[in-house]
């Protein structure tokens, strides 16, 4: 463990803990702001704006650091973040909210930058173990952040903001004092074709037989996206949870979420195949949702969140099916392809989720969940399709 990797490292937590602590305040934020008896609306256009900033962005940030270097590229992207921190925690109207998130999409997307990093600093040996910890960074936050953010909340909406905005602070310190640079500056032009987020997707069109399994990350990966958007408005309305309940749930639902996916993904695709660990993860996320959908009491929630969690054991058989459609030497471009799949998904879920759950809050809040039980049907009804065409033709 060097201490850069130490420094990018708690880089990547922040990004994950300053995404994480704004879902538990975000809807007291913004009545605070607004003044509106419903602010679902509100919340999908933040949520989408942040997801766009960081799918326009990150392929910016990244080009950026191939030709000025990590170190510059990643200071600059702390300091914005600092600032954004700041700027949240005083913004009066709605449209300068709108305005930090955005910074806060786009200074969150020095994550491509941090990867880059640990690429530079490892060998080949030492890479798979590196990127495991900084995926484990990463989900470290998302536990702690809403944690956090409904704790300090309950106090004072605006505080997880001002906390946030420190600890960005301390990490740029270290930052400055501590991270050597990886990659020197590169001399050639920078092509700014690279800017294009879209450009992964050209290749995409071109390759009939990828589309499905494209549109499968698109529709999983938006899923996701449900979860951000709604569990707030939701937990308020049925249960009326504060701000500490929520982040303990969400919190308690990131805990669950870690351990299934760190233990469990392997010895279920040994025993059930790729496609079966796919299904199993889908048939699991739907019974948890059905729970969610009819709970009377909070502590129904918790009780399913295990179950739930057994979803996303099927997200690592899904990317290793993936894998398959494809050569080897194929393989960097069609991850590109995912993620802008994914990247996309972000932008359009949560303004699609938000107006559903405005049209149902009133008359049954937990109705948004029968919708997202809905859509992982139709996932696996294209994974069951999938086993019979996509992968006997690449066979």
Known sequence: MTRSLVVILMTVALDSIGIGLIFPILPSLLKDVTHAGDVAPYIG?????????QFIFAPVLGA???????????????????????????????WLLLMGRALAGLTSANTSVAAAY??????EGTRARRFGLLNAMFGM??????VLGGLLGDYWVRLPFLVAALLTGINLML????????????????????????????WAFTMKGLLPIVFIFFIFSGLGEAYGTCWALWGSDAFHW??????????TYGVCQTLAQAILPGPATKFLGERGTILTGVASACAALAVFAIAKQGWMVFAAMPILALGGIGVPALQSLATRQVSETEQGK???VLQSAVSLASVAAPLAFSSVYLSVRLDWPGAIWLSV???????????????FKTLEAVG
């Not at 039980?373 to 086993?387: C, S």
């Open 175 to 202: 930052g400055f004092l501590a991270l050597p640079e990886s990659r020197p500056p590169s001399r050639e032009k920078i092509d700014f074709r690279a800017f294009n987020p879209l450009r992964p997707l050209r």
């Open 141 to 146: 936050g998302f536990i702690v952040g809403p």
């Open 373 to 387: 039980a809905a859509l992982y049907g139709i996932g696996a009804i294209l994974i069951l399709r999938l086993r």
């Open 64 to 94: 950026l650091s191939d030709r000025l270097g990590r170190r510059p590229v990643l200071l600059i992207s702390l300091t914005g973040a600092a600032v954004n921190y700041l700027f949240l925690a005083f913004a009066p109207s709605l």
């Open 45 to 53: 256009i933040m949520m989408a704006l942040y997801a766009a900033m």
């Open 242 to 251: 504060n701000g500490l309940w929520i982040g303990l749930s969400l919190g």
């Open 334 to 336: 069609f991850q590109g």
């Open 118 to 123: 640990v690429t530079d600093i490892s060998s």
